[in-house]
């Protein structure tokens, strides 16, 4: 399966016989071909006990499945759109940034308590984003949104990378997540609710910033 960004909002998959991807519901702008789209009913590659999960953990995103033979061009609420190819690692993303993504990725889900212990439980509550993340292991794609795009920055046991939460969008690697608290300059200007929060991101891989604050 290939995704082509079109450009900042639109993607282009390449459907084939045989196989499948799977993309948030409402997603399809348009497509040429032979392509079907059905509502999924057993969560992703990861099957029905990946779904229960998800819906426990408020990460039931409704999806589709699409197959056939063509092209589909996909985009959402005029957001920005990201690619980013797995090589047999696991991309941590909250589920309502996930446009669309290749059927070979084993779909799962994660909580946040285990990346951080406590603080990573706090992560949850403060950016909003529940307790659960989303997991996407294997080869392949992953379309995802966010505001103002996307940038990728890497993490080396040498240096982490803070992160300010609400511009958090995914990450991926052997990467271990912690919440600390800050008194940065913008705290000093009467700008302090987000920003006294960072996202400690430590270890080897990647993480994916918004250029925005703002939640989808």
């Not at 996307?150 to 040498?158: G, L």
Request: no cysteine; charged share 15%.
């Amino acid at each position: 399966m290939a995704f082509r960004e079109v450009n900042s909002k639109v993607v282009e998959a390449t459907v084939l016989p045989g196989q499948r991807l799977f993309s948030q519901r409402g997603a399809m702008l348009a497509y040429k071909g032979e392509v079907s789209f059905t509502p999924n009913i057993q969560g992703g590659q990861g099957g029905v006990m990946s779904m229960i999960g998800r819906r426990l953990a408020n990460e039931a995103t409704p999806l589709m499945t699409v197959e056939g033979s063509g092209t589909v061009l996909f985009g959402h609420g005029g957001h920005h759109v990201h690619v980013i190819s797995l090589t047999g690692d696991t991309l941590y993303v909250e589920a309502d940034r996930l446009l669309a993504f290749d059927g070979t990725l084993q779909q799962g889900t994660m909580f946040l308590g285990s990346q951080g212990g406590v603080m990573g439980m706090v992560r949850g509550q403060v950016t909003g984003q529940g307790l659960f993340t989303t997991t996407l292991k294997g080869h392949g794609a992953v379309a995802v949104m966010a505001h103002g795009g996307v940038f990728e920055v890497p993490i080396t046991p040498q240096r982490p990378v803070h992160v300010d939460p609400q511009a958090y969008v995914a990450h991926h690697g052997d990467v271990r997540n912690k919440l600390s608290t800050a008194l940065g300059w913008r705290d000093m200007v009467g700008r302090g609710s987000g920003e006294a929060f960072q996202l400690e991101l430590s270890g080897s891989g990647s993480v994916y910033v918004q250029a925005s604050e703002e939640k989808l």
